[in-house]
């Protein structure tokens, strides 16, 4: 059983007519995409009416994507089905009646933190973390009570630990690499990745090379290794791909992605910019790249299948129902 | 020199005319009030826009400070210099730039936590506390640089005392006591009283019943000796009133300060409602009686003053200039 849906579980592309070539010839169904990095409530529903607009912009290409029937339905008509998400729930603001609002805006994903502190927990740059805050333990329960997926990239050990074991649902790491492969905070620790098997969650293997062992030089080979480690470990059926592709995107989205409006950089700092892709995996045209080397590292069809977006439809059909 | 100004530093009064015609009979001459407890910028606004109104409809009583010599001017024309303050940063939502438009706005204080977590730090009930965040270095700095207060009231130990250590001006907790008299995590920690005095800060002894060891049914002595044990260990210079009045909100006021939106109150939860304040303190006309308290307890008249409000003005002046 191949023919399961190419799924990339996290991307800030500009979706650009140019974009949207580059996704269909890489064969993807679904994408999860950025609406959010920074900002409150209002300036969220901004960025959703952009989606509308592009949504009304391109029916023949792009589909508002509420449950994994919406998976179907995109690739029975060549379309993408993208479900929306944010990675800072600044959106919230204080106010967690906005979690059932965001619900029913179509919202899919939320982080729980970027990388600095949020009221709901603690981003991995923090110096410490104070794992799920009070509020973070309301917020879980009420996306759990909502259906609204809990990401816990970008989240310190302590609030990923924190979150999982309070989720009654499973939760995903959309976007990261294992700590041990690539030693940066902004990757998992093994710890993280075992309490995400142990409770059919998911983790996102991350094409951004910050995430990559040797960065914009790691190869085709070394990447799969990793998953196929991640694999022995801890099972195939936890894998997916979130690329993290910021495709389209100028560097000043990187300066607005660290510093948001909360900091103040230095002076001295060097301007922030988009590091090079590496060589086999520079758009969404690359996908069957990585699906080729998955199978040459010794990963059988169903298995690639599986990483590639088989994985990911599972647990968007548990997350928000429907028959991908 | 007995001849200073009488100076609340924390009240959330419902600022009717009976509240008013109690404050002057207590003779107060300036109010630190607070204006927010949750909510966003936009909510805050709000909130100083009914201050806009107030102030205009009550020309010959009240007088919107932004300078210690507003307090002059208050006392010279017999009404009450009102310094504005917010209870909660999330009024920054996470804009840094919030800081500076907030000063413009005549805003004078600003808590770094409410009871929560907040983007800048732990507040005293969250379980732990990881300090200030990345936000709130940032904007320690900038309170710091546009001259808005710093206020520790509802902060976590290490919270405050981080605040304390990283912030170039003096800082004040605007309305609490030592945790050692009465012990609860809202009061402060004689380490906290120690960093305030040992940097020209400020402790505002509160009259919430919350706050004092035998609550409602705390004696005026009590209360008096407790300020006696903290001037003999830190100095009397750091001492002023803080009372935490609320006279005139209804009990559904503490509702929303507990809860505010971010959390669903449990069923089994008690109605929240405002404690009896002690016989001894009903309201602002009862100052003179805690200044004869203190001078019972053996505080010369220069220390009563200062205690009442020069110690409060002096600081004032260090924030935001100008002569008292």
Known sequence: MTDRPRIDALQYADWSEAVLDEMRAGGLDAVHATIAYHGGFR??????????????DHPGRLLFARTAADIAAARD???????????????????????????DLGLRFLQITYNAQSLLGSGHAE????????????????????????????????????AIAASARPVAVTHANPRDW?????????AVIAALAETGG???????????AGGSDCTLDAFCRMVADVAGRHGTEMLGIGSDLCR??????VHWMRHGRWRRPATHDPPARFPDQPAWFRSSRDFPTIAAGLAATGFSGDEVAGIMGGNWARFIAVQFGGKP
């Not at 998911?202 to 990559?212: E, K, R």
């Open 43 to 56: 300036e969220g529903v901004l960025a959703l009416e952009a989606w509308h607009r592009r949504f009304a």
């Open 127 to 162: 110096a410490d973390d104070t794992g799920l805050t009070l509020m973070g333990r309301e917020v879980v329960a009420e996306m759990n009570r909502t259906g609204i997926a809990i990401d816990l990239s970008h989240a310190g050990e302590r609030t990923a630990l924190d």
């Open 182 to 190: 690539c030693p940066t905070d902004r990757n998992v620790s093994d």
């Open 77 to 103: 008509s060549g379309r993408i089905a993208v479900f929306l998400g944010a990675q800072n729930p600044s959106i919230l603001e204080d106010d967690l009646g906005l979690v059932e609002v965001w619900r």
């Open 248 to 253: 389209g995107r100028p560097d000043e989205a």
């Open 202 to 212: 998911m983790l996102g293997v991350s094409l951004y090379p910050h995430h990559l």
